[in-house]
Structures are given as structure tokens and as C-alpha cells.
């Protein structure tokens, strides 16, 4: 049907006339997200730590404590993104993806070395490096995809941000599926693939992604939600999948086939963004055929091109970054990253998120071992692991579209979906806490869920509060609080009380631990008072969290999106004046193509004051 389209123009004009459309496809914002899916669906992989942790264990000889210190470092590269905020400041996001692909081959493709044994056993600060450097090109990926599309439309942060963030929890169970296919069962190969398949994606689509003018378009919001139904379409094959995969033992083409349908969900959203680029294409086309009516025709054509007159030359008063600090603007102005790093709010923020986001990521990055401790078959972590991606997947997709929702129509403030998040994240860790029978699939879905929905909503709420002229950074400076709350959360106490449980019951077995052997721990009381220890923090975060809803409840109620909307039909009417002061001076073929683009984008711009 779109072919037929194509079909007039002479001898030679439809195949020209199909170019020119890929080329729109190719260079239109559409396919920038479509290529920002596609690079956050595998640029989670450090959510699958649990998958290989227990083969790193054992084959470098380490105990839990150990352990979860690569863990940390692991959770350190990939949320301490701050220096790719920075390059992305002054850079093109190409630049910043390029870095990251480089960094993600580097990192893993040394840690499969070592653990496979081609390389000598490195000393565990090597080891803490390469899954730094690894995990880092995440950070790296979410500056350059991510943010870029948060910049591209704004005034859908929301679900641009829970979209986006959702397929990179659900790339676990994406490149499980991808991994089995490849490798069958063999965890060494999984560190293998996370090392090129990422690298590969993010190298293909390096100059999709980048900054385009903002332009509203009506159906902006509709377009996503149909995004959004096409990845829970993926994400509930996923599901079954892991049911089924879960009860019978799949063969290799087995899962080569799983992994063909997956891979064709990724690219189903190919056919939202050609259809609206065809819709763009044939707006353009009724705007040459109805030119007359659409040239703008003033009695007095040059106001709107006549500037006033310039006020008289002042001098402008210098004034030290470091003199208004602590005198940031109002809530939603663009704020200096100084002026966000010590305010109040980001302090609140980086407090709750810490707690939060730290005692879900100590369960996540646990799941292997807290699920051998209680007896469970190997074969249920994958699915452990899977519930979470899954999970994760929704969380931050009902968070990101859910908050969007209730903000605009409701005015209920992000920072109290966050603390009902937190809220509802303790009752993941008590179960993991009291071990009831099989309640560990019922937590790694709370704690998937909540891992998730806690990060749109910081992100988003960082962009209202303090603009987004620094947001690549402030983006990534509020990620911290996810490796500072592991260290806290996940080595110096789970690993600790894990390793002196377990050593607890080594003496009463009456043997000693020999040189090389991995240190373990079976039984309820393995993780019980680390994961006491943790509800209590995140109690404390929902409490914290409390403060920033009180200090924001008024930003929220007013329009928070008001000055996009200004500016976008800024660009309109300064669109429409340029035209009309350069009628006389344009050449007619170039006026007509001018005439017509000002026409399509007005023709998808609409205002919802």
C-alpha cells in the first residue's frame, strides 16, 4: 500500500521518491528512538550478574565478600557515569556511544579471559576493573541514547524515560534468550556475548542518535503508547517463554527459534516509525497542493519581522560560579550543576534513592546465591533472574507512562509514586528475609518491579526540579546513588554477615577451608538479618522521600511543561516571520520546498494549555 504511494512521478520518479522516503525514515527523530530501543535492549547486562557470578566464584576461588565487592565495582562503572555526562556536555552523542562501545568489549572480553583461563588468574583489583570499565559503558549508552531522546521531547519525559528504561530491564531476559541460542548452556560464553553484542548495536546506529529541534507533534504521546503495547507484547512472550522454558528442557533449536521471535518483537516498532514518517511525508505533500491558502498574508507583513529597538549597552556585572551557588533559581529553571548538587532537594533525592535503590540491587545481585542458600534448583535462577528483568521491565514502563498520567491530569506529584515505591519494596525484602516456601518468586517480582519504577521516576523528577540544560550531568551524578547504596547495603553488610554465617558453619562441620575453595552458606539464617537490616533502610528512604513530596507539592500543581510549549511556538512564529520577510528574495523552487515545511510542521503542532 505505502509502494503504491510511490508508484507516479514519470519514469525513474517512484523509485526517487522511495529514496527521499528512506532517507527521511533514516535521519527523522522517529527512527532515533527506534535506534535508542534497540541499543537499550542490550545495555542492561549488569542485571544478569547473577547468571555468572556463581562461575566467577568458583573458578577464581572467591568468597561471598569478595564476591559482592566485584559487585560493587560492577554497580560503580555502571551508575557513576558523570565523566559521560561531561563529554556529552560538548560533544555529539555519537562520540559518547562510541566511548561506551569500546569500553564494553574492553571490560568483559578481559573478565572472559580470566574466568575461561587464557589469561593467568588476575588479583581481584584487576578483576574489580575490568567489571568497572565493563558495567561503565552503561552509563555511557544511557547518556547517549537516553538522554538525547529526553531532550527531543521533553514534554513526554515520562514516557520517554519508562520506555526507554523498560527495555533495558528487560534486556536480561532478551540476550538470555539470545545467549542460549548462541552458546546453549554455558555461563563463561554469556560474559562473551555481553562483551560484543552491545559494542556491535551501539557501533551500528552511531550517527542515528542525536540532538534534533524540538518540534510538537499531536500524536506525540499516542505514538508512544503504541510503542509501549508492542514491548508489553514482547515482554508477555517472554514471560510464557520462561514458563514453558521452565518446565521443559528446551533444545538448542529450540531456542535458536525463541530467540528468531524475540528478535523480530525488537524490530516490530520499525513499522510504527515508517508509518509515521509516511504520514509526515503525505502532510508535506497536501501542503504544496494547498500552498495558496496556506501563505500567511498580513496588512502589515513587517510586524512581524520588525524587532523592537535595541535597549541601550549595560554592563554586565560578573558574576563567580561560585557566588550563587546557594542561590539557585525556582524550581524548573535551568539550575548550574553546582547549584543542583547542593540543594536540599538533590540531597533528599540522593538520600531516598540510596536506600531504595541499594537494598533492591543487594537482592538482584544476590538472587543466585540467596536461591542456592534456601535449596532451590539451579535451573530456578535463570528464572529468578528472568522475573526480575521481566519485572524490572514493568516497573519502569508503569511508573514512567503511570506517572506521566496522574502529573498531568491529577497533579500528583512524582516524589509520592517514589515513596510508595519504596514503601512497597520492603515487602519484597521481608520475604527474602523470613524465607517463607517459595517465596522467592513472589519477591523477585516485587523487587524487580521496584528496582525498575524507582528510576524513571528519579530521572524524571531531576529534569523537572533542575532543568535540562545540565541534565546530561545531573543525570548521571543522581545514578550514584545506586553503587553508594550497594557498598553500604551489599559489601559491608550482606557479604559480611553472609561470609560469617558461613564460616559458622564450617567449624561446627569440624573442617578448616582450604586454598581456593569458595565460601558457602546454606540454610535461612544465611541472609535473614542482612535483609532485616535492609527493609529497615528502605523504610528510612520512604520516609526521606516523604520530605521531598511536602517541599515539591506546589511546583507540581502548577504546568511544569508550560515553557516548552512557549518555546515551541516561538519556533513557530519564527518560522512563519522569517518566511514572510524573505518572500521577495527566495528563489521560487526553494520558497515552495520552505512553504511546505513550515506548513508540515505546523500542521503537527498542537497546544494543551
Given amino acids: ?199 556491535v548495536v551501539s557501533f551500528i546506529f552511531l550517527r542515528t542518535v542525536r540532538s534534533i529541534k524540538i518540534v510538537r507533534q499531536a500524536n506525540e504521546l499516542k505514538v508512544f503508547y503504541h510503542l509501549l503495547y508492542i514491548s508489553l507484547g514482547l515482554a508477555g512472550f517472554l514471560m510464557a517463554l520462561i514458563i514453558v522454558q521452565n518446565r521443559l528442557n528446551f533444545t538448542r533449536i529450540e531456542y535458536f527459534g525463541s530467540a528468531s521471535v524475540v528478535t523480530l518483537l525488537l524490530f516490530i516498532p520499525l513499522g510504527i516509525v515508517i508509518r509515521e514518517e509516511f504520514n509526515l511525508m503525505k502532510i508535506k505533500r497536501k501542503s504544496l497542493d494547498d500552498l495558496p491558502q496556506l501563505n500567511v498574508v498580513t496588512e502589515n507583513p513587517l510586524e512581524l519581522v520588525t524587532a523592537p529597538e535595541d535597549p541601550p549597552p549595560q554592563t554586565e556585572k560578573h558574576v563567580s560560579c561560585m557566588e550563587n551557588v546557594f542561590k539557585p533559581p525556582d524550581r524548573g529553571e535551568d539550575y548550574t550543576i553546582l547549584q543542583a548538587l547542593f540543594s536540599i532537594d538533590m540531597l533528599i533525592l540522593f538520600v531516598a534513592t540510596t536506600c531504595g535503590v541499594g537494598g533492591t540491587l543487594t537482592a538482584i545481585d544476590n538472587l543466585g546465591q540467596i536461591g542456592a542458600s534456601l535449596g532451590y534448583p539451579s535451573r530456578a535462577t535463570t528464572t529468578f533472574v528472568s522475573l526480575v528483568s521481566i519485572w524490572n521491565y514493568l516497573g519502569r514502563v508503569v511508573s514512567g507512562f503511570a506517572s506521566e498520567v496522574l502529573l498531568r491530569k491529577y497533579k500528583i506529584p512524582r516524589p509520592l509514586l517514589l515513596t510508595i515505591v519504596l514503601l512497597l519494596s520492603c515487602v519484597g525484602h521481608i520475604l527474602i528475609a523470613f524465607a517463607v516456601p517459595n517465596s522467592l518468586y513472589f519477591a523477585s517480582v516485587i523487587i524487580g518491579f521496584c528496582f525498575g519504577a524507582q528510576w524513571p521516576l528519579m530521572f524524571a523528577i531531576i529534569s523537572e526540579i533542575f532543568g535540562l540544560k545540565y541534565y546530561s550531568t545531573l543525570y548521571n551524578f543522581g545514578a550514584v546513588a545506586s553503587p553508594v547504596g550497594s557498598y553500604i547495603l551489599n559489601v559491608m553488610v550482606t557479604g559480611k554477615l553472609y561470609d560469617k554465617e558461613a564460616r559458622k558453619q564450617l567449624e561446627a562441620s569440624g573442617r578448616s577451608r582450604e586454598e581456593g575453595e569458595d565460601l558457602s552458606c546454606t540454610g535461612v539464617h544465611c541472609y535473614r538479618m542482612a535483609f532485616i537490616i535492609i527493609t529497615a533502610a528502605t523504610f528510612f528512604g520512604c520516609i526521606v522521600s516523604l520530605i521531598l513530596v511536602f517541599r515539591t507539592r506546589k511546583f507540581y500543581k502548577g504546568d511544569i511543561y508550560k515553557k516548552f510549549r512557549e518555546e515551541a511556538k516561538a519556533a513557530e512564529i519564527g518560522m512563519t516571520s522569517a518566511e514572510n520577510g524573505r518572500d521577495d528574495k527566495r528563489p521560487p523552487a526553494e520558497e515552495v520546498e520552505h512553504r511546505a515545511t513550515t506548513a508540515t510542521v505546523a500542521a503537527t503542532t498542537t497546544t494543551t494549555d
Fill in 1 to 199: 500500500m505505502v509502494v503504491a504511494q510511490f508508484s507516479g512521478g514519470g519514469r525513474g520518479g517512484g523509485w526517487k521518491e522511495m529514496r527521499g522516503f528512506g532517507l527521511q525514515v533514516i535521519i527523522g527523530r522517529w527512527f532515533m528512538v527506534f535506534a535508542s530501543l534497540l541499543i537499550m535492549a542490550v545495555a542492561g547486562a549488569t542485571y544478569m550478574f547473577s547468571l555468572y557470578s556463581n562461575d566467577i566464584k568458583k573458578s577464581l576461588g572467591y568468597d561471598q565478600t569478595t564476591l559482592n565487592l566485584l559487585s560493587f565495582f560492577k554497580d560503580l562503572g555502571a551508575n557513576v557515569g558523570v565523566i559521560s555526562g561531561l563529554i556529552n556536555e560538548v560533544t555529539p552523542p555519537w562520540v559518547v556511544l562510541s566511548i561506551g562501545a569500546i569500553m564494553n568489549f574492553f571490560g568483559y572480553f578481559m573478565m572472559w579471559l580470566a574466568v575461561t583461563g587464557r589469561i593467568a588468574k588476575p588479583p581481584v583489583w584487576q578483576m574489580c576493573l575490568y567489571i568497572s570499565i565493563g558495567a561503565n559503558s552503561q552509563s555511557f549508552a544511557n547518556t547517549g541514547a537516553l538522554v538525547t531522546c529526553v531532550k527531543n521531547f521533553p514534554e513526554s519525559r515520562g514516557s520517554v524515560l519508562g520506555l526507554l528504561k523498560g527495555y533495558v530491564g528487560l534486556s536480561g531476559a532478551i540476550m538470555t534468550q539470545i545467549y542460549h541460542a548462541f552458546y546453549g548452556d554455558n555461563p563463561e560464553a554469556l560474559i562473551l556475548l555481553i562483551a560484543w553484542l552491545p559494542a
